[in-house]
């Protein structure tokens, strides 16, 4: 070999900063905190503007009216499916149909009266007015 056509061999540093090993550890975690974020905020904008699934024609049959809790796991329900009203009460292991009663003309008022109201005053209202009365 000739000496004087050797060339010499130049190396670049590498772009890795080898000083810092958390720092790629701390981009890519950074990077997948940044990710969970995004999608935590938009499933938050999708529930506040009411974008998710209804379920179609499920939710027009079946409308819950109004809901009492009795205990920790224990609830009355007031269901409105058909033009009628089931009066349900609900525990952890099953559900019982308490009563049926017809749709009365005023539902508005019935919906929005356990929160203005009692729940006990309602309910006997709403059975005497299911009961005919008896000719004395």
Known sequence: MNPQNTTAIH???????SGTPG???FNV?????LVLLLIA????VARRAGFRTQGGKSSAL????????????ERVVIVEADDKWFLLGVTPTNI????TLNKQSDSDEVASSPLSGD???????????RKPESPQ
């Open 11 to 17: 190396t670049t540093p590498s772009t890795i900063d």
């Open 23 to 25: 720092s790629i550890l």
């Open 29 to 33: 975690g950074g990077s997948l905190a």
């Open 41 to 44: 905020a938009i499933a938050w």
């Open 62 to 73: 079946l409308t819950v009216k109004c809901s009492q809790s009795l205990g920790q796991r």
């Open 96 to 99: 019982n149909c308490l009563a």
């Open 119 to 129: 729940f006990q005053n309602v309910l006997l209202n709403m059975l005497k007015k």
